[in-house]
C-alpha cells in the first residue's frame, strides 16, 4: 500500500520560532498532498491543498504568511509554522492522492505533535 | 456548518456484540462517503467506503450502509474486537474533486 511519512513525530519549540514539519510519499509520486490539524477532540480540519509546483491553496481562516507550504518534488511537501505562538500547538497530519487519483483516495501520514510553550 | 455530522461522541460495546457507528451530512452534493480509523498519535487509517451509487458495501466485518434519502450513512462492525477501540472518521466527498470533510469523529470502546 501506499506509505506517507512525516517528520518528525513530536516537536516541542517556544514561542516565536519556527517550526518546520516534513511530509514524503514513500512508495509514490503525490501530486496532490493535503495538510490537516486536529485539536484534541475535534475533527481533522483541512487547512490547506499543496499541489506540485504550483501555490497551494489555503482554506478560509488559514493564514497562509503564518503556515507556509511548499511541494517543491512529487514526494516531499513541508509545512513552516513561522513566529509559532502556543495557540498553534496541535496535531499536524498531512496526506496525499496518488497520481491520478481522486482526492478521496488520501494515505495519511503519522502525524506531528508540535507543542509551542 | 458542519457538512458531516457524527453525534455521538463515543460509544461503549461489549466484545463479541455489533458496534454501529452513525454518521450525518447535509451536502447534497456528496457521493463518496469513507470511514477512517484513528488510533492516539497516529493518522488516520482508511477502512471501508462506499460510492452513492451503493446502498451497502462488505469487508470481512465492517460493513458501511447508506441512505442517500436520509444523507446518512453507518458503519457496521461485527463481532466487535478490543482492538477495534479507536476514534472512527467519517468523511464524504465530491466526485473526488474536492478535500474530504471530516466529522468530529466517535470513539469507540470495545470492553473484553
Known amino acids: 500500500g501506499a506509505v506517507v511519512s512525516q517528520h518528525p513525530s513530536r516537536v516541542i519549540c517556544k514561542s516565536g520560532t519556527s517550526v518546520k514539519i516534513e511530509c514524503r510519499s514513500l512508495d509514490f509520486q503525490a501530486t496532490t498532498m493535503f495538510w490537516y490539524r486536529q485539536f484534541p477532540k475535534q475533527s481533522l480540519m483541512l487547512m490547506a491543498t499543496s499541489n506540485e509546483g504550483s501555490k497551494a491553496t489555503y482554506e478560509q481562516g488559514v493564514e497562509k504568511d503564518k503556515f507556509l507550504i511548499n511541494h517543491a518534488s512529487l514526494t516531499l511537501s513541508t509545512l513552516t509554522v513561522t513566529s509559532a505562538h502556543p495557540e498553534d500547538s496541535s496535531f499536524y497530519i498531512c496526506s496525499a492522492s496518488l497520481p491520478g487519483g481522486a482526492y478521496n483516495e488520501q494515505f495519511f501520514g503519522p502525524g506531528t505533535r508540535l507543542t509551542v510553550l | ?112
Open chain 2, 1 to 112: 456548518d458542519q457538512q458531516v455530522k457524527q453525534n455521538s461522541p463515543s460509544l461503549s460495546v461489549q466484545e463479541g456484540r455489533i458496534s454501529i457507528l452513525n454518521c450525518d451530512y447535509t451536502n447534497s452534493m456528496f457521493d463518496y462517503f469513507l470511514w477512517y480509523k484513528k488510533y492516539p498519535a497516529e493518522g488516520p487509517t482508511f477502512l471501508i467506503s462506499i460510492s452513492s451509487i451503493k446502498d451497502k458495501n462488505e469487508d470481512g466485518r465492517f460493513t458501511v450502509f447508506l441512505n442517500k434519502s436520509a444523507k446518512h450513512l453507518s458503519l457496521h462492525i461485527v463481532p466487535s474486537q478490543p482492538g477495534d477501540s479507536a476514534v472512527y472518521f467519517c468523511a464524504a466527498s465530491n466526485s473526488g474533486n474536492t478535500p474530504l470533510v471530516f466529522g468530529k469523529g466517535t470513539r469507540l470502546s470495545v470492553i473484553a
